[in-house]
């Protein structure tokens, strides 16, 4: 089984930037969709933003103008550029390849804070 695996979170001060990598570990065929998500403490998970495998992209109101989705279907591989961090984008972000199967990566923690 195909494990996808996120890189790039950690801590930022407000105002900052961070850049999330996602990769699969092996081969993904059919991918029709990648994308973020993620779960501030005591909060459900909620869609960041997607992109299809055409190039369409799509984002959560609240982080629009502010990150940028982008990615490559033929290596599985999948970025979130974050820029002027609030503090209310704190959260564990979760990758996620809707392909075949439907793949999650086990989240990374974000953090924005002074």
């Known amino acids: 089984q195909v494990r996808l695996v996120e890189s790039g979170g950690g801590l930022v001060q407000p105002g900052g930037s961070l850049r999330l990598s996602c990769t699969a570990s092996?081969?993904?065929?059919?991918?029709?969709?990648m994308g973020w998500y993620r779960q501030a403490p005591g909060k459900e998970r909620e869609s960041v933003a997607t992109?299809?495998?055409?190039?369409?992209?799509g984002y959560a109101d609240s982080v629009k103008g502010r990150f940028t989705i982008s990615g490559d279907g033929a290596k599985a591989t999948v970025y979130l550029q974050m820029n002027s961090l609030k503090p209310e984008d704190t959260a564990n972000y979760y990758c996620?390849?809707?392909?075949?199967?439907?793949?999650w990566g086990q989240g990374i923690q974000v953090t924005v804070s002074s």
């Open positions: 992109i299809t495998s055409g190039g369409t992209t």
């Open positions: 092996g081969i993904i065929h059919g991918i029709r969709t």
């Open positions: 996620r390849i809707l392909a075949f199967r439907d793949s």
